[in-house]
């Protein structure tokens, strides 16, 4: 396989509240990337259920297959392997899609890849950035996760920071509902915090004199809810767009700083940012104008491939697959792998 052109690999993705399938060919080219969201199952309930997760992703994970095999139009025998991510995640979640990919491997006769979903979110950043090589520092921010990595090689990480407590996505979920904001809380608050005053409230931002790396978001959280009751209980109307810009200058505030450190620390001149949150355009802006001011190249992935897919899936497989790093059928799902 080694010597092939092309080497073609079908990938699935169910980590979550999102079922894909992708066809990726060469770690950088997707032929084909499906996304079936839950977002509208999970909504009613202000977060995601994991069973009501698990059940949708068994009703659509088969026609999900098909649909990304007619759009790319091949078939299995086309397939060179079979790459899914077996964690971290919801362990039902995750089962899903490890199943399927156990099945079809064996079907198929053909290798079985397990990839962490972390790996996969960094991974992300190659696919339309195709400059991009390590070594490299790479910030994954998203609704279950917080890290700051180096990314040594592909496939070969160093976690310099991560958080301790709520990952940035969480809180910004946690604050959406104390606002009586919809799930995702993420895009709402971005959206508002453009029209919004950032200064109109000093919100907390965390940092740690034990590992300057690492995140706190828990106590941000808290202290906008707090301050949203504490009004509430005087009977005074706030601006929610106020508060949506103050909180979201917060976070935004710690990541940057904490990437920027660590770049200047460890002397790195390319810096990329993944998971759900690296869509968030408050967060690009702010890391875009810091890198630039000190003649750091910043990466991101389009928002299409910031959120749970399975091309970022098959993008870190193609690399695994290269350093032989292959899976067996006793591949298992694990709610907290570590990277």
Do not use: W
Not at 8 to 25: F, K, M, N, P
Not at 78 to 98: E, F, S, T
Not at 258 to 281: C, D, E, H, R
Request: glycine content about 8%; hydrophobic content about 40%; overall charge negative.
């Amino acid at each position: 396989m080694k010597g092939k052109e092309k080497i073609t690999i079908l990938a699935l993705e169910t980590s979550c509240d999102e079922t894909s399938v992708a066809i990726v060919q060469n770690g950088r080219c997707v032929i084909s990337n499906k996304i079936a969201s839950q977002i509208p199952l999970h909504k009613v309930y202000g977060g995601v259920v994991p069973e009501i997760a698990s059940r949708k992703h068994v009703e659509v994970i088969n026609p999900l297959i098909d649909e990304a095999l007619k759009e790319a139009n091949m078939g299995f025998e086309d397939m060179d392997a079979v790459a899914v991510a077996h964690g971290p995640g919801l362990v039902g979640a995750l089962l899903v899609g490890v199943s399927t990919a156990k099945a079809l491997a064996y079907g198929l006769s053909v290798p079985l890849i397990g990839v962490n979903h972390i790996d996969g979110h960094i991974s992300a950043n190659y696919i339309e950035n195709r400059d991009l090589v390590p070594p490299f520092l790479c910030l994954v921010v998203s609704g279950g996760h917080t890290y700051l990595i180096m990314v040594k090689d592909y496939g070969k990480y160093k976690i310099l920071g991560e958080t301790r407590d709520d990952a940035a996505g969480e809180a910004y979920d946690k604050v959406a509902r104390a606002l009586g904001l919809e799930y995702p809380g993420g895009p709402i608050i971005d959206r508002l915090a453009k029209e919004g005053d950032s200064t109109a409230v000093h919100f907390p931002r965390v940092y740690m004199d034990d590992n300057p790396y690492d995140f706190s978001f828990s106590g941000l959280k808290t202290a906008v809810i707090n301050h949203i009751h504490n009004l509430g209980q005087k009977g005074e109307v706030y601006n929610i767009k106020d508060i949506a810009a103050s909180f979201q200058q917060a976070v935004i505030d710690v990541l940057v700083d904490k990437t920027m450190l660590a770049a200047q620390n460890n002397s790195i001149s390319k810096i990329a940012i993944a998971g759900g949150v690296a869509s968030n355009a408050g967060l690009r802006r702010l890391m875009k104008d810091r890198a630039d001011a000190l003649g750091i190249k910043l990466y991101y992935p389009s928002p299409i491939f910031c959120t749970d897919n399975a091309a970022m899936v098959g993008c870190a497989a193609y690399y695994n697959l290269l350093k032989d790093k292959i899976s067996d059928l006793k591949l298992n799902a694990y709610p907290n792998l570590e990277l």
